[in-house]
């Protein structure tokens, strides 16, 4: 049986073989033409999109008596920044010249022997009298001047009190400030402006670290935000780039001004994200993200730390500038004025009056420190929540107090911030460059 069968299948084997090769090679499939189309792009909205367009369209939004009434309130300042700093020469010129300063060191040393602890009471009674001397310009400036602007939100007694707190913190501070920087002149005379200048960029950062938790509450009421989408949002966002930060809060503001603002504020243990209530309640939270955006911006890119860095060469530069023209003065007019020496307190009107003069200079350098650390600010809060046309909005927001549109020179010597223009620039340049990533084609369209 097993021989049969095998030989069945050898012979089934043959007869496939045989038919196989009797029908000869394998005939070639037929083939047929195969059109090849281009489909169109899917259709977007954002096509045709020109980022210097939606930059233009934007800033014609803000037109007539509103964008006249911004460029005013703005170049109206590039005068204030001259007269503060004359304003404050003369003050000082008028307690040399008619010897007050000398009468109040005078005072201070009858009450105590300590040359240290006659300085702060010199401090004291010098910032009163410089206060109160200045008064009618800071009256103007912060108050009337506001008013007449439709900023400000206060009435005369409110705006005084919150005044009298900030004058009180001022005395404490320059009362510890200039204790410690005269005991520094008195220690190395040559050079207290190098040792000085530390010692007040220390204090600097000291103020930075301890003003979210005891400083600022003095002036506004802090309360976290309340919970829902945008709060949620905003702490994905901030853990999302390393901020340790576990609540936003939330200021009052608007108690006295119109202007909308946020930060994200402190060093070492005291970081607080905060906006105030005008960005609550005039914005949108995709325009209020955009805000926080760029705050959280600041605190990861190490803007305070670098801040601090370079307005402290700015600082140390001052302090060589101060200590030069101070003995220039006072080998002129030192004994007309009765002040002794550089560790005399009787001669801290003389260093106000040039680090005044060497910051009125310093003015463009200053503005280009900050307005460098903004524009990075911006770039790194519109990549991170990813709202271009948020960004765009929220800038126009500004315009109430911030000129949109300067020449070139105008914002390089006088903003602090870059301007207007070139914030919605720099939205709708990262715009263009995102146009094919799915939330941003079908996200807002801007203005063309």
Same mark, same amino acid.
């Given at each position: 049986?097993?021989?049969?069968? @095998?030989?069945?299948?050898?012979?089934?084997?043959?007869?496939?073989?045989?038919?196989?090769?009797?029908? #000869?090679?394998?005939?070639?499939?037929?083939?047929?033409?195969?059109?090849?189309?281009?489909?169109?792009?899917?259709?977007?909205?954002?096509?045709?999109? $020109?980022? =210097?367009?939606?930059?233009?369209?934007?800033?014609?939004?803000?037109?007539?008596?509103?964008?006249?009434?911004? $460029?005013?309130?703005? %170049? #109206?300042?590039?005068?204030? !920044?001259?007269?503060?700093?004359?304003?404050?020469?003369?003050?000082?010129?008028?307690?040399?010249?008619?010897?007050?300063?000398?009468?109040?060191?005078?005072?201070?040393?009858?009450?105590?022997?300590?040359?240290?602890?006659?300085?702060?009471?010199?401090?004291?009674?010098?910032?009163?009298?410089?206060?109160?001397?200045?008064?009618?310009?800071?009256?103007?400036?912060?108050?009337?001047? %506001?008013?007449?602007?439709?900023?400000?939100?206060?009435?005369?007694?409110? /705006?005084?009190?919150?005044?009298?707190?900030?004058?009180?913190? &001022?005395?404490?501070?320059?009362? !510890?400030?200039?204790?410690?920087?005269?005991?520094?002149?008195?220690?190395?005379?040559?050079? /207290?402006?190098? /040792?000085?200048?530390?010692?007040?960029?220390? *204090?600097?950062?000291?103020?930075?670290?301890?003003?979210?938790?005891?400083?600022?509450?003095?002036?506004?009421?802090?309360?976290?935000?309340? %919970?829902?989408?945008?709060?949620?949002?905003?702490?994905?966002?901030?853990?999302?780039?390393?901020?340790?930060?576990? &609540?936003?809060?939330?200021? $009052?503001?608007?108690?006295?001004?119109?202007?909308?603002?946020?930060?994200?504020?402190?060093?070492?243990?005291?970081?607080?994200?905060?906006?105030?209530? +005008?960005?609550?309640?005039?914005?949108?939270?995709?325009?209020?993200?955009?805000?926080?955006?760029? %705050?959280?911006?600041?605190?990861?890119?190490?803007?305070?730390?670098?801040?601090?860095?370079?307005?402290?060469?700015?600082? *140390?530069?001052?302090?060589?500038?101060?200590?030069?023209?101070?003995?220039?003065?006072?080998?002129?007019?030192?004994?007309?004025?009765?002040?002794?020496?550089?560790?005399?307190?009787?001669?801290?009107?003389?260093?106000? @009056?040039?680090?005044?003069?060497?910051?009125?200079? @310093?003015?463009?350098?200053?503005?280009?420190?900050?307005?460098?650390?903004?524009?990075?600010?911006?770039? *790194?809060?519109? +990549?991170?929540?990813?709202?271009?046309?948020?960004?765009?909005?929220?800038?126009? =927001?500004?315009?109430?107090?911030?000129?949109?549109?300067?020449?070139?020179?105008?914002?390089?010597?006088?903003?602090?911030?870059?301007?207007?223009?070139?914030?919605?620039?720099?939205?709708?340049?990262?715009?263009?460059?995102?146009?094919?990533?799915? $939330?941003?084609? +079908?996200?807002?369209?801007?203005?063309?």
């Amino acid at each position: 049986m097993r021989l049969g069968f @095998a030989a069945a299948c050898a012979a089934i084997l043959l007869l496939t073989c045989g038919l196989a090769a009797a029908q #000869g090679a394998p005939a070639a499939a037929p083939t047929a033409t195969v059109a090849v189309h281009t489909l169109a792009p899917p259709t977007s909205p954002q096509q045709g999109f $020109d980022a =210097m367009k939606a930059t233009n369209a934007y800033l014609a939004e803000v037109k007539g008596a509103a964008r006249a009434k911004s $460029d005013s309130y703005f %170049e #109206g300042g590039y005068v204030l !920044i001259l007269v503060d700093a004359l304003y404050a020469v003369i003050v000082s010129g008028i307690i040399l010249w008619l010897r007050i300063s000398a009468r109040m060191r005078d005072f201070a040393r009858s009450i105590t022997r300590s040359r240290f602890w006659q300085v702060p009471i010199y401090v004291v009674l010098y910032t009163i009298l410089a206060a109160a001397m200045s008064f009618p310009l800071t009256v103007y400036e912060a108050f009337f001047r %506001e008013h007449q602007y439709g900023l400000s939100n206060q009435n005369f007694l409110q /705006w005084f009190g919150d005044f009298g707190i900030g004058f009180g913190v &001022n005395i404490v501070a320059f009362a !510890i400030l200039f204790s410690v920087i005269y005991a520094v002149i008195r220690a190395t005379p040559k050079n /207290w402006w190098v /040792w000085g200048s530390l010692v007040t960029i220390g *204090f600097l950062a000291i103020a930075i670290i301890i003003s979210p938790v005891f400083i600022a509450p003095l002036f506004n009421h802090y309360t976290p935000l309340k %919970e829902g989408p945008l709060k949620s949002e905003i702490l994905s966002v901030a853990r999302s780039e390393g901020i340790p930060a576990t &609540n936003v809060y939330e200021f $009052d503001a608007s108690r006295q001004t119109k202007r909308v603002s946020a930060n994200v504020s402190g060093l070492f243990g005291t970081t607080r994200i905060s906006m105030n209530d +005008n960005l609550l309640n005039r914005c949108t939270p995709d325009m209020i993200v955009a805000v926080l955006g760029h %705050e959280m911006g600041h605190y990861v890119l190490n803007h305070v730390i670098l801040l601090i860095t370079w307005n402290g060469l700015l600082i *140390f530069v001052g302090f060589a500038f101060v200590n030069w023209g101070f003995r220039v003065l006072t080998g002129i007019f030192g004994g007309i004025w009765d002040v002794r020496g550089i560790d005399d307190p009787a001669g801290l009107p003389v260093i106000m @009056a040039l680090f005044s003069i060497f910051m009125l200079l @310093a003015t463009p350098i200053s503005n280009t420190i900050t307005r460098t650390t903004e524009a990075q600010a911006d770039i *790194f809060g519109i +990549n991170a929540v990813r709202q271009p046309d948020g960004f765009a909005k929220s800038a126009l =927001m500004l315009s109430e107090y911030r000129k949109l549109d300067p020449t070139p020179l105008e914002e390089f010597v006088f903003f602090d911030h870059p301007s207007g223009r070139t914030r919605i620039f720099t939205a709708m340049r990262w715009k263009a460059e995102h146009l094919n990533d799915s $939330d941003i084609r +079908n996200g807002p369209v801007s203005p063309q």
